[in-house]
């Protein structure tokens, strides 16, 4: 699916030539190809970093693939467009960032901007908080509750990977944690370190779900208190099955003011900045963000060729990216 998702937006660039796809099930190649116009197809895609006018790669396939893909990729000194989470184990990750910072001529750019970094209310949010209007930022709110949306199941149900811990990584902290990292601590500058764990629990088999013929054993809801660096509190709670529903909402606040936005591109458009005018009276201002014009996938198609070109800096790069995944790898107890 999210191969598809980077093929219609990078032809629809029209400065790209698709040259090769990579399946593991080579039958479903002549379609896939034909459908796409692709050249050429394999079940090997080491066959693809043989070939010498392939300039970049885009690696799609589920998260326990990523690791020996991205590394052979790398060593081949092909650029990169890798998708989230970029690993699912610490150990991987590191030796991922190690061998990109042997190949500095590289470029190296993670998914993870796709909802966030590169659509207009990121953008817009970041501005308001840079301007100092806010004052000092001590707390952030987030939550995203849905019910019974869980990917492999009632969402992208022939994608039964994501239920799998092991192929996946886990659930919603990892699938839509790294979305969420990357928007909020971007708007924080991207200097703040996670400090301490004021509070986590992780809840999964509400509705008793189970398939006899695949692994279920990733979570559907978690809630953690955080605190980062200078004492800024992030409280975060997304499910993708709980008996409880609430919008994709962030809220910001500050010492002299706070945001609150929905902020994905399909969301309302509206950022509300709550402040007290001169004379100490409570105010709020509705900020009308346009993403009319907005594909998600196509800005990141976009953004990937600017860096290509050398007209722009990775909006997510694999360092930053491994960032946010320790700061989840913690939150699992994995390191």
């Known amino acids: 699916m999210i191969a598809e998702e980077h093929l219609k937006a990078f032809k629809k660039t029209n400065k790209t030539i698709i ?6 099930d080579k ?3 002549p379609d896939f190809q034909n459908k796409y116009e692709i050249l050429n197809g394999t079940a090997d895609y080491r066959e693809i970093l043989n070939d010498d006018e392939v300039d970049a790669v885009i690696i799609t396939s589920p998260p326990h693939t990523h690791y020996a893909m991205f590394m052979d990729t790398v060593k081949a000194k092909k650029h990169v467009l890798l998708e989230k989470p970029a690993a699912i184990h610490p150990g991987e990750l590191t030796e991922m960032v190690a061998e990109t910072k042997k190949h500095p001529d590289l470029i ?14 990121y953008k817009k949010t970041k501005e308001i908080i840079d301007s100092g209007i806010l004052g000092q930022i ?11 949306r869980r990917p492999g199941i009632e969402y992208h149900p022939a994608a039964k990977w994501f239920t799998d811990e092991s192929r996946a990584g886990g659930g919603p902290l990892i699938d ?19 400090e301490k764990i004021n509070d986590l629990f992780i809840q999964s088999n509400l509705d008793n779900y189970h398939d006899n013929n695949n692994v279920t054993d990733v979570e559907e809801s978690f809630t953690a208190m955080l605190e980062f660096s200078g004492g800024i509190k992030y409280y975060w709670e997304r499910a993708a099955h709980a008996n ?4 994709n909402e962030t809220r910001v606040y500050g010492t002299r003011g706070g ?4 902020f994905c591109t399909w969301d309302p458009d509206i950022i509300y900045h709550y402040y007290l005018d001169n004379q100490n009276i409570s105010r709020v201002k509705e900020i009308q963000v346009d993403t009319s014009k907005q594909n998600d996938h196509e800005a990141l198609a976009n953004h990937f060729i600017d860096l290509l070109e050398k007209k722009s800096s990775p909006a997510m790069s694999l360092e930053l990216a491994a960032k946010h995944l320790e700061i989840i790898f913690k939150l699992y107890g994995k390191v």
Not at 259 to 262: D, F, G, P, V, Y
């Open 19 to 24: 040259k090769w796809s990579a399946r593991k």
């Open 27 to 29: 039958s479903q190649l």
């Open 108 to 121: 190296i750019c993670d998914c993870s901007a796709r909802h966030t970094r590169l659509q207009p209310k």
């Open 138 to 148: 001590y707390y952030l709110h987030h939550n995203a509750v849905n019910r019974q």
């Open 176 to 194: 839509w944690g790294v979305y969420d990292l990357s928007f909020h601590l971007g708007l924080l500058g991207d200097n703040v370190r996670l």
């Open 244 to 247: 409880m529903e609430t919008m």
């Open 259 to 262: 945001l609150k936005l929905n």
